[in-house]
């Protein structure tokens, strides 16, 4: 290949990034590139690409954090080469994940906070995956030493995320999913007593139901199981699913008992990346006290010349986004994160009164007592010509991102809207938002677009 001409170099060199003739044909998708490319290339490339991906902000889909203090991200940025797991080469990192565990159990009401174990995880399924572990352990333990067959352990849940789907699954434990019912989404401590016995390794409620951001009735679950052990001796534990709430209810929540106040509690998962308000990547699983956790769950790995006892299914992990809890911890405090949780709330509420005035619309959840946010449905027997699938689509066009969706189970005709309200969703964001909705609403109504969608067809519709 003949040498370049110094012309050339200099066009390369100076040449403005789009008119230069590497990217002047599109990038190879699925075949491995053979050639390099100058970085500044490359990365105009990817960036512009992303221009695709919906704005995060505007996407009242997620309950994960998409605001972040200039701090967290100098902080991200700072830690981007630590590994979780390497505790001898980041001894500070794992000295700092250890806080947040009892800063954690402390919050959560932990009869032995400080003496008490738990992790950190990517999210709240690993640490859903590893709390249900805990409890499978436990349960075969005891009936292992009642000379019991330990073949058929069963799980009782509410309406849960899919990651109990996944445990259930993957560790084989049967899942009796109380079915949502009309006028019914969460479970009640009667629909629990039915599904219990000898074979039940655990209750889990949800703090802040996914479908409908309501809180399940921990403390009168735990009360039924108290009478229930009273009656045929069987002692079964709960693990909270608290993914949003348990970042909730500690601030603006008191009066809600949840958690290891109650001796039933064995362990509490939560989402650092949720209500945490910590960046993507973030769960924790804490358990009571030590002995809650199975010694022989626990791996050690090589600390500081002794041994780190580590429970967890990754191995590498970022160690950030730990780093960043932290920060919010020291930063905010619980006075801070009560001001966050209790504006997203207001904010919440707000966006349900304007909901409920607008005509078409029934508020199932006002905002109140739950997870901050609203959800709603079309006002029974109405046919406004459009769906609340039609509605997310239009409001699309403005960048929102609002979806729609069928309940399960039972409940498949339902079709509801959920909007969640987090840090970083301000009231001003709110209130063109609601200006949004209705407009949108007046130009389906003017251009009726599903006639004749009855809701058990709209109950078939994927988004
Ligand atoms: C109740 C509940 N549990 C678990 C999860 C899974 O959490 P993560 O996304 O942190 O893995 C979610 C996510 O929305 C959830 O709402």
Not at 2 to 31: G, N, V
Not at 73 to 80: A, S
Not at 202 to 231: H, I, M, R, S
Not at 402 to 424: E, F, K, T
Request: charge should be negative.
């Amino acid at each position: 290949m003949p040498l370049p001409s110094k012309d050339e170099i200099r066009h390369e060199e100076f040449d403005d990034i789009y008119a230069a003739t590497d990217l002047a044909a599109p990038l190879p998708k699925y075949k491995f590139p053979q050639h390099e490319r100058a970085a500044t290339h490359a990365y105009a490339v990817v960036h512009d690409e992303l221009m695709l991906d919906g704005n995060s902000r505007l996407n009242l889909a997620t309950f994960c954090q998409t605001w972040t203090e200039p701090e967290v991200r100098q902080l991200l940025d700072e830690c981007l080469d630590k590994n979780m797991i390497d505790k001898d080469e980041y001894p500070q990192a794992a000295e700092i994940e250890k806080r947040c565990v009892h800063m954690l159990a402390d919050l959560w009401n932990s009869p032995h906070s400080a003496g008490t174990i738990g992790c950190s995880t990517a999210g709240s399924s690993e640490a859903a995956m590893l709390g249900g572990l805990a409890l499978k352990w436990k349960w075969r333990e005891r009936r292992q030493k009642e000379g019991k067959p330990t073949d058929r352990p069963n799980m009782i849940c509410g309406p849960v995320q899919v990651c109990w789907h996944k445990f259930a699954r993957y560790f084989d434990v049967e899942l009796r999913e109380i079915p949502m019912e009309e006028g019914r989404f969460l479970m009640t401590p009667e629909e629990v007593l039915t599904r219990c016995d000898e074979n039940t390794i655990a209750v889990v409620p949800t703090l802040g139901v996914t479908f409908n951001l309501q809180y399940e009735p921990v403390e009168a679950v735990a009360k039924a199981l108290d009478e229930f052990e009273k009656e045929t001796g069987f002692d079964i534990p709960i693990h909270v699913d608290g993914a949003s709430g348990a970042f909730l209810a500690p601030f603006i929540h008191p009066d809600v008992i949840w958690d290891f106040r109650l001796p039933r509690v064995k362990s509490i998962n939560a989402s650092g990346h949720k209500f945490g308000l910590t960046p993507l990547g973030c769960g924790w699983v804490i358990w009571r006290e030590k002995t809650d956790l199975p010694d022989d769950l626990i791996f050690d790995v090589n600390y500081l010349g002794g041994n780190m006892p580590t429970f967890a299914l990754n191995f590498s992990r970022p160690g950030g986004q730990v780093i960043c809890q932290y920060y919010n911890f020291i930063r905010l405090g619980k006075d801070g994160y009560q001001k966050i949780q209790q504006s997203c709330a207001a904010t919440g509420q707000f966006i349900a009164e304007q909901i409920n005035k607008m005509g078409p619309f029934e508020v199932v959840y006002d905002g109140k007592g739950g997870i901050p946010g609203a959800c709603w449905i079309m006002k029974k027997g109405l046919n406004p010509g459009f769906t609340l699938f039609d509605l997310a689509d239009r409001l699309r066009v403005r960048g929102w991102q609002l979806p729609a969706y069928s309940l399960p189970a039972h409940c498949g005709q339902i079709v509801i809207q959920r909007c969640l309200v987090r840090h970083g969703v301000s009231r001003d964001i709110a209130k063109l938002l609601v200006a949004d909705i209705k407009a949108a609403v007046k130009h389906l109504e003017t251009h009726r677009v599903s006639q004749s969608l009855t809701e058990q067809e709209a109950g078939g519709h994927h988004h």
